[in-house]
């Protein structure tokens, strides 16, 4: 009980903690502007020994592509655009800057007190193709930017540039984007700072990365393996799916780990690949809450499975430009199923499933998760460590969280089996006697009915003992074929007396159910219908399938169970482990039994 509720207040310190963390770590303030008319006046000063964000006026020559051979030869009739922002999102002339568009970007950085020192520039999305100049000289370049979309070449890869400073330093790039219809030109910022703190940042922004994509491996390792040694449990393959989706996710934005491994990705592919993988890491999610807490909304289910099936088919199929010219569309779905996820798992919390505090918290982190992930597209998130510190503790609460299910499972498994082999345990001795007593009597009458009633009752006792009583599930006609061996014993005592009436289609018989279900259902019937020797039973064992269910229903017109006694195995309080233990077990299993008892008979419903 102590340990409950450290454990409880924990994590409630927890999620106050990372909840705490975000709202620091997102930068929801206007960015400082210093670039002023496209001019930093005296950078060194603004730098002080740290990284500091080109945000600003930047000079802009829209459908041209200048090099600094041409802004050495004449002078261009500048506009101002401000950086970090798409140019189809900023007016010029009264009207928007067209999303399909080439263009050259310009700034001047004065360094009067570090002539000489070595500098550094760095990039993160520049839509779709650039080329970065700097002090007259070419630096580098992402794609090959072109005047039309027929000599473009689009590329998206985050890139450092080296260059020793000067009194006045000229960065010039040359933009252009045709594929992507949305945020086209410098859409993050552009990172200035000594070699050494921008070497400092990028490598810590990569290790932070390269922690959370190592998460995710482990992680779907681990849950990968432990599906096809646990019985291929079905929400151990959803979450490693989440995981390997969600790897790639990780590894296809933020500093895009993808292109540091394959630099020569094309840019369409590569954009593909992460959208696809952003649509089946929400949707694995959702999958694995859903089967975890056995939910059985299945409409929902089969909607969103089909549109991020066909999702799916439009992010590889459709030509860039269209798709992501429908972008907020698409993250409006995957906001929906999120909630979705999270309304599923609320109901999982409100019904106290097992391991509810670890799938609390797991939803809290989850949620985290999402929106650092969604802010630092955004490019609002000051540090990838928050996402590599909430994506750890969420995949430890899950790991949590499918350990102890697996531990109470254990013991539930264990509770079935002992009661299982108390039920065994419980054939009654006067069955076994007036059973041989019976085949006794029949050798000296009917040696062919004698010799069929002690083949009932072997092999009634080889279905009792059987190995296969100690699992989960048997099929429904295993369970019949019991039933119907007892049956046929008992009715060789009683003769005329009990009458039993079998109608259960081949499509019920295959069906599964808890073992040792139908027999000690029966075995009540006749137990309870005998009240004298005047008495007769009739049974009936009916069973159909109907919305998707399996029905059997067994009845007798015996003289039933007495009101106190019915509410006694309902509310599991009986002293029996018969009816008790077969109603405990078939909830279990995801099933139901009703029992209906009057002067007239009882009948059982048992759903499946």
Known sequence: ????????????????????????????????????????NDASVVLADKVIDLNGEWEFYPDQLLTPQDFARRKYSASFITVPGSWSRQYIDGGKYPEDLCGTYRLKIMTPRSVGQVFALSTNVIRS????????????????????????????????????????????IQVANFVNSKRGGIVSPINFGTAVAIDAERTNSVIADVVTATLFALVLAIFFGQYFQRNKELELLWFSSF??????????????????????????????????????????????????????????????????????????????????????????????????????????????????????????LFVLMAAATLFDYMNILNSNWYIATVSGLFLISQLLFITDRYRLTLLKRQQEAFELKYLRAQI??????NALGSIAGLMLEDVGAARKTLSDFSRYLRGMFRKENLSSQVLVEEE?????????????????????????????????????????????????????????????????????????????????????????????????????????????????????????????????
């Open 480 to 608: 019949l074929q019991l039933t119907e061996y007892y049956l046929h014993i008992e009715k060789v005592r009683y003769g005329d007396r009990l009458n039993v009436f079998i109608d259960v289609p081949d499509e019920v018989r295959q069906q599964q159910l808890p073992p040792l279900t139908l027999q000690p259902i029966a075995e009540n019937c006749v137990k309870h219908g005998f009240v004298d020797s005047n008495s007769s039973v009739e049974i009936k064992i009916c069973g159909l399938i109907k919305n998707n269910k399996t029905i059997i229903t067994i009845e007798d017109n015996g003289t039933g169970i007495s009101a106190d006694k019915l509410q006694e195995i309902l509310s599991g309080k009986s002293t029996g482990i018969g009816l008790t233990s077969t109603i405990a077990r078939l909830q279990r299993s995801g099933g139901n039994l009703e029992l209906f008892s009057s002067a007239t008979g009882l009948k059982v419903i048992i759903t499946l």
């Open 428 to 433: 009654k001795p006067h069955f076994i006697f």
């Open 243 to 364: 995981c390997l989706f969600t790897l790639i996710m990780y590894m296809t934005t933020n500093n895009r780990l993808l292109l540091f491994l394959q630099p020569e990705l094309p840019y369409e592919i590569f954009v593909r690949i992460a959208y696809v993988a952003v649509n089946w890491s929400v949707f694995s999610a959702l999958l694995y809450v859903r089967t975890a807490l056995k939910i059985r909304q299945q409409f929902t289910v089969y909607f969103i499975t089909a549109i991020t099936i066909i999702l799916s088919i439009m992010i590889i199929s459709l030509p860039l430009v269209i798709f992501t010219s429908y972008l907020v569309y698409l993250f409006m779905w995957y906001i929906f199923v999120c909630a979705v996820l999270v309304g599923f798992a609320g109901y999982g919390i409100y019904m106290q499933t097992d391991g509810y505090e670890h799938l609390t918290l797991g939803v809290v």
């Open 1 to 40: 009980m102590l340990k409950t509720v450290i454990e409880r207040i924990g994590y409630r310190l927890l999620i106050i903690a990372m909840v705490a963390g975000l709202i620091f770590t997102v930068n929801v303030s206007d960015p400082v502007n210093i670039v002023k008319q496209g001019v930093i």
């Open 129 to 172: 193709s650039y080329q970065v100049f700097i002090n007259g000289q070419s630096a580098g370049q992402v794609g090959i930017p072109g005047k039309t979309a027929t000599t473009t070449v689009a590329g998206l890869r985050p890139g450092t540039y080296f260059f020793a400073a000067r009194l006045e330093n000229e960065i010039i």
